[in-house]
Nanobody, 126 residues
């Protein structure tokens, strides 16, 4: 069982930056593939970025490539999402997700993930 707690959301102007953090309980964080998803009102949940358990491979949706960076610190049981050049369309609740994984596998579908955080609101004003 893994518990995930996100932090770092808030209100920011367009063009600004935020850094989200997700800390996981337990001592086996390094066996989990991790991801950030987001869900805006009236829209389906979508992947923002995913990272393998080793941290060596990442993937992003096209709309955030070059602006967002996912990273992890296995010693701190934490995954991060650095968000730069934020746009109003980035406004959503952002969720951290985890699943046990083989070292080289990357998962990009919400159905692939077992554990979810409670979400943190990100609002970008124009």
């Amino acid at each position: 069982q893994v518990q995930l707690v996100e932090s770092g959301g808030g209100l920011v102007q367009a063009g600004g930056s935020l850094k989200l953090s997700c800390i996981a309980s337990g001592r086996t964080f390094s066996v989990y593939a991790m991801a950030w998803f987001r869900q805006a009102p009236g829209k389906e949940r979508e992947l923002v970025g995913a990272i393998t358990r080793s941290g060596l491979t990442t993937d992003y949706i096209d709309s955030v490539k070059g602006r967002f960076t996912i990273a992890r610190d296995n010693a701190k049981n934490t995954v991060y999402l650095q968000m730069n050049s934020l746009k109003p369309e980035d406004t959503a609740v952002y969720y951290c997700a985890a699943r046990p994984a083989a070292s080289s596998l990357l998962y990009t579908q919400s159905r692939d993930y077992t554990y979810w955080g409670q979400g943190t609101q990100v609002t970008v004003s124009s």
